[in-house]
């Protein structure tokens, strides 16, 4: 059973940054794709970013060129660093693993089947 941990939020202004982690334990995270969403209050959860076991990476508009995901298997550990923050990416962010193979619907959360409790993110303006 993947366990996934999410650390490194909190409040920041605007334009600032902030490196969000998860830890994963429970299995080889090689083998998965993993993906960070998000969901702020009285919305869905959204699509942030994913990345293939072999590194390729895809990120939602509303991250491209300021968000950065990466991973470090023998860590076990996927990050997300955010620049240039908004106070539109106030959201509670997860971390999320699949094995399954996802080719083009990683943006789905449904393709995912492992979830962390999140780490909240609050951008102030």
């Known amino acids: 059973q993947m366990q996934l941990v999410e650390s490194g939020g909190g409040l920041v202004q605007a334009g600032g940054s902030l490196r969000l982690s998860c830890a994963t334990s429970?299995?080889?995270?090689?083998?998965?794709?993993m993906g960070w969403f998000r969901q702020a209050p009285g919305k869905e959860r959204e699509f942030v970013s994913s990345?293939?076991?072999?590194?390729?990476?895809y990120y939602a508009d509303s991250a491209k060129g300021r968000f950065t995901i990466s991973r470090d298997n023998a860590k076990g550990s996927v990050y997300l660093q955010m620049n240039s923050l908004k106070p539109e990416d106030t959201a509670l962010y997860y971390c999320?693993?699949?094995?399954?193979?996802?080719?083009?619907?990683?943006?789905?959360?449904?393709?995912?089947?492992?979830w962390g409790r999140g780490t909240q993110v609050t951008v102030s303006s």
């Open positions: 990345i293939f076991r072999g590194g390729t990476a």
């Open positions: 999320a693993a699949t094995s399954l193979l996802v080719t083009n619907s990683y943006g789905q959360d449904r393709m995912y089947h492992y």
């Open positions: 429970g299995g080889t995270l090689s083998r998965f794709t």
